[in-house]
T-cell receptor, first 115, second 112 residues
Framework: GAVVSQHPSWVICKSGTSVKIECRSLDFQATTMFWYRQFPKQSLMLMATSNEGSKATYEQGVEKDKFLINHASLTLSTLTVTSAHPEDSSFYIC???????????FGPGTRLLVL | DAKTTQPPSMDCAEGRAANLPCNHSTISGNEYVYWYRQIHSQGPQYIIHGLKNNETNEMASLIITEDRKSSTLILPHATLRDTAVYYCIVRVGGSAGNMLTFGGGTRLMVKP
């Protein structure tokens, strides 16, 4: 199957700082990427849909000014958590959609801990 | 997208077949059945998907009932590394379909 990478795999930061997470499709082009968040013992929750060259679409309850998404190329989307607080500590996972066949592939996830 | 119902947990003996059921009684004609799994602390892994015919690949088989209201994922010879949460997701395929909505999934425990 297709490969999606994420960087960094884990990050610890101080409250108030910003953290950028990269998501790359390594062997295919993805016009659409998705960002999910997962809290312990819970299922994945979609945060936003990222479309190459246009603004991201955020799910209800997700602050677009806090979670900045940029999808500047067909292989890279970034999620920036601005002014991170302890409640933003979570497991962030991206996925990229391959069009033929139409399937989503997930990255390994980024574990964020805000102190 | 149609809602799915899965048992919260299942056990399976190593080397035996694991049969994971999924109910999707409100599925529409243009909705596909997708299966993903998530091993602890990793991103979800695509397993298989189908529309109405049974499907098989190197990882698993997908059996969809004729009325498409339920399906079964079969891992033919489960190993300890198959211990994971398995998600059954129903969604529209093609460009009309976008995000995947994850439910609670089934936590499969493969035991020696």
């Amino acid at each position: 199957g297709a490969v999606v990478s994420q960087h960094p795999s884990w990050v610890i930061c101080k409250s108030g700082t910003s953290v950028k997470i990269e998501c790359r499709s390594l062997d295919f082009q993805a016009t659409t990427m998705f960002w999910y968040r997962q809290f312990p013992k819970q299922s994945l929750m979609l945060m936003a849909t990222s479309n190459e060259g246009s603004k991201a679409t955020y799910e209800q309850g997700v602050e677009k000014d806090k979670f900045l998404i940029n999808h500047a190329s067909l292989t890279l989307s970034t999620l920036t958590v601005t002014s991170a607080h302890p409640e933003d500590s979570s497991f962030y996972i991206c996925s990229a959609r391959e069009d033929r066949p139409e399937t989503q592939y997930f990255g390994p996830g980024t574990r964020l801990l805000v102190l | 997208d149609a809602k799915t119902t899965q048992p919260p947990s299942m056990d399976c003996a190593e080397g035996r077949a694991a049969n994971l059921p999924c109910n999707h009684s409100t599925i529409s004609g243009n909705e596909y059945v997708y299966w993903y799994r998530q091993i602890h602390s990793q991103g979800p892994q695509y397993i298989i998907h189908g529309l109405k015919n049974n499907e098989t690949n190197e990882m698993a088989s997908l059996i969809i009932t004729e009325d498409r209201k339920s399906s079964t994922l079969i891992l033919p010879h489960a190993t300890l590394r198959d211990t994971a949460v398995y998600y059954c997701i129903v969604r529209v395929g093609g460009s009309a379909g976008n995000m995947l909505t994850f439910g609670g999934g089934t936590r499969l425990m493969v035991k020696p």
